[in-house]
């Protein structure tokens, strides 16, 4: 949530911009082709909207208007969210990559890890920490 503005994917195939102070649907984004569901929730800053999907992508939306501003692909679905910090964006894959993203969604980096990384990352005093589905949990950033 962001300016009293709500940002969340539905199992429908659909980002939706929620206006909370007068309850309506502001806009509505559908991603094309192959139709799948969002399971992750949606990071956002002041212009974008970023969302994993079951279609293998990431997805950044701008934020006032829901039109796409690009996608990235991954080698399997996106169902953890994203983290935008600063001028990168982190988020793992089932493929096992953790990848790192310019906001123009160019890959700056990526990270194989020991399995599938079906959550979140979290980010704090310089350190992103995220888990895999073989319960390893990995420490990122400055000691």
């Known amino acids: 949530m962001l300016d009293g503005f709500l940002y969340v994917g539905t199992m429908s195939n659909q980002v939706l911009a929620i206006d909370l102070k007068n309850l309506r ?40 208007t829901g039109k796409r501003k690009w996608d990235f692909l991954t080698d399997h679905k996106v169902d953890g969210s994203a983290v935008i910090v600063g001028d990168r964006i982190y988020v793992g894959s089932y493929d096992r990559r953790l990848y790192v993203l310019d906001r123009a969604g160019k890959k700056v980096a990526d990270f194989e890890l020991d399995g599938a990384i079906m959550g979140s990352p979290a980010v704090a005093g310089g350190r992103l920490v995220i888990g895999t589905e073989k319960g390893t949990v990995y420490c990122l950033g400055a000691k």
């Not at 969002?38 to 701008?62: E, P, Q, T």
């Open 25 to 64: 649907v502001a806009w509505e984004f559908e991603a094309p082709k192959r139709k799948q569901p969002f399971y992750a929730s949606a990071a956002v800053d002041n212009d974008l909207v970023v969302i994993g999907s079951r279609d293998n992508k990431v997805w950044a939306l701008d934020r006032k």
